[in-house]
């Protein structure tokens, strides 16, 4: 079955710091996809990221990077000089899109607090 | 582009009362689905459609949920009678098959208070 685990429920840090949320999934697929999503305070769910489970090449975007390793079943987040613009609550997410059902499953969410 | 568009954004109603909210999703998008976030449950999936068929709604929580997708541009959730526990954010989402492998985009959501 599909599960998508965010084990750390807040994590707080002074601005500047670099911090890592991490995300542990579960499949039995071959094929799938993860992602993260960012929830401000305003409400709205932002797409960060898409990563496919045939591509283990980690990214980096700006302050922004993710490591994808297949063999520990982890896709984690890591965040460099963080800002207090970065407080939010971050979601990671599941897909199999050859289950047929096109559900994508969501962690519990991390709420990162970045202190000024 | 727009996004995906949902309304009312707040919500505050009497209990057994109807509610419906309603989205319209990113133009060109075949699936459209239905989340409701709680504090206690997250993120949970009611439903959703491809090509305005419901393809999936064991996630409605009772009868007292309805949707529906008349057309590709326009879907409601339907609570009737509405009850204090379903107050929540619900958000509505889109995604076109073959793109983007399989993102799916957020509308705002719609924060719904039953009192």
């Known amino acids: 079955a599909q599960k998508v685990t965010q084990a750390q429920t807040e994590i707080s840090v002074v601005e500047k710091e670099d911090v890592t949320l991490d995300c542990v999934y579960e499949t039995r697929d071959t094929t799938y996809y993860l992602f993260w999503y960012k929830q401000p305070p305003s409400g709205e769910l932002v797409f960060l990221i898409r990563?496919?489970?045939?591509?283990?090449q980690n990214e980096i975007s700006g302050r922004y990077s993710w490591n994808f390793q297949k063999s520990t079943s982890s896709f984690n987040f890591t965040i460099t000089a963080s800002q207090v613009v970065d407080s939010a609550v971050y979601f990671c997410?599941?897909?199999?899109?050859?289950?047929?059902?096109?559900?994508?499953?969501f962690g519990t969410g991390t709420r990162l607090k970045v202190l000024a | 582009d727009a996004g995906v568009i949902q309304s009312p954004r707040h919500e505050v109603t009497e209990m057994g009362q109807e509610v419906t909210l309603r989205c319209k999703p990113i133009s060109g998008h075949d699936y459209l689905f239905w989340y409701r976030q709680t504090m206690m449950r997250g993120l949970e999936l009611l439903i959703y459609f491809n090509n305005n068929v419901p393809i999936d709604d064991s996630g409605m929580p009772e009868d007292r949920f309805s949707a529906k997708m008349p057309n590709a541009s326009f879907s409601t959730l339907k609570i009737q009678p509405s009850e204090p526990r379903d107050s929540a954010v619900y958000f509505c989402a889109s995604r076109k098959t073959g793109v983007t492998g399989n993102t799916i985009y957020f509308g705002e959501g719609s924060w719904l208070t039953v009192v």
């Open positions: 990563r496919n489970s045939f591509d283990e």
């Open positions: 997410a599941l897909s199999e899109p050859t289950s047929g059902t096109y559900k994508y499953i």
